[in-house]
């Protein structure tokens, strides 16, 4: 038969046919009347080798599968390496299932904010629909840019997996007053925007921030605090302190950061036991 017929029978394609003819895992027939003719053998042996494909075995173990003689296959040692590349198999089979389903996942919470007349964006609705209302209500250029700085910040901390799940929590139901205050600080921010900032003007902002995360969270603050990974709370920190310009900010953001770091971390020491 010609290679044509024989992509027909196994269900797949003359290309996919010589790039096995090319890699050796199926044999190269001998030509007849100036054309490849395929038998009975070739048919059977690309089965196998599409069957174990869509199995999720990769080409190369394939190949070594089916070059393993009958006697070889059928004693102990010859199993346990089949054994051995088809459990591989699983383990990469396994993996691929679950990034598909934090892709489907992923692609379900997009449906839901497009659904919800949301941006296409890994950041959470709640956390972007408060850095776009301190924007649409920034009456100076310099704290709407401080604003979106910030808001881009958080895009690619949640892009890149360093900013904690439960930061959102401090996001929802913002007050007014909390929306307020948030504004002042990013217009103080603004205001400073390349000055030297003393130490006490420092401390104070970042009391300022510890202080208004202690009022949103409320009395949720210890759980919040207590499920909060360190190691993402201090990469989401050092990130947003590397991506801070220059000195004087960089100096602000760093005590910023220690200081909810170091809120965090009180918070989530466990209550010391009474003794009696």
């Known amino acids: 038969m010609r290679i044509k017929n024989l992509a027909e029978l196994a269900g797949t394609t003359v290309r996919t046919i010589r790039y096995y003819h090319q890699i050796g895992l199926l044999p190269v027939p001998p030509i007849r009347d100036g054309c490849r003719d395929y038998d009975l053998s070739h048919v059977a042996r690309l089965a196998r080798i599409r069957w174990l494909a869509r199995a999720g075995l990769p080409l190369s173990r394939i190949g070594a599968v089916?070059?393993?003689?009958?006697?070889?296959?059928?004693?102990?040692?010859?199993?346990?390496?089949?054994?051995?590349?088809?459990?591989?198999?699983?383990?990469?089979?396994?993996?691929?299932?679950?990034?598909l389903r934090a892709q489907r996942e992923q692609v379900e919470r997009l449906v839901a904010a497009v659904e919800r007349g949301g941006d296409l964006s890994p950041v959470p609705g709640a956390?972007?629909?408060?850095?776009?209302?301190?924007?649409?209500?920034?009456?100076?250029d310099r704290v709407r840019r401080s604003v979106?700085?910030?808001?881009?910040?958080?895009?690619?901390?949640?892009?890149?997996?360093?900013?904690p799940p439960e930061a959102?929590?401090?996001?929802?139901?913002f007050t007014e007053t909390a929306r307020s205050e948030s504004l002042a600080l990013f217009g103080e921010i603004a205001e400073r925007d390349g000055a030297t900032p003393t130490d006490a003007e420092i401390a104070r902002m970042a009391e300022a921030?510890?202080?208004?995360?202690?009022r949103q969270l409320g009395a949720d603050l210890k759980q919040v605090a207590r499920s909060v990974r360190p190691d993402i709370a201090r990469r989401a920190a050092d990130l947003y302190v590397s991506l801070t310009g220059d000195p004087a900010s960089r100096r602000v953001a760093r005590a910023v950061g220690d200081a909810v770091?170091?809120?965090?971390?009180e918070e989530a020491a466990p209550c010391p036991q009474n003794t009696l």
Do not use: K, N
């Not at 070059?67 to 691929?96: C, N």
């Not at 958080?154 to 890149?160: D, H, S």
């Not at 959102?168 to 139901?173: A, H, I, K, S």
């Not at 921030?209 to 202690?214: D, F, G, I, Q, W």
């Open 261 to 265: 770091l170091a809120l965090i971390e």
């Open 66 to 99: 089916l070059s393993t003689p009958e006697h070889v296959r059928d004693d102990a040692a010859g199993q346990d390496a089949i054994l051995v590349d088809l459990r591989a198999t699983l383990g990469a089979l396994d993996d691929q299932i679950e990034q």
């Open 209 to 214: 921030v510890v202080a208004r995360l202690r």
């Open 127 to 140: 956390v972007a629909a408060f850095y776009d209302d301190l924007a649409r209500r920034a009456t100076d």
């Open 148 to 163: 979106r700085r910030e808001r881009d910040f958080m895009e690619l901390a949640y892009y890149r997996g360093d900013m």
């Open 168 to 173: 959102e929590l401090v996001y929802r139901g």
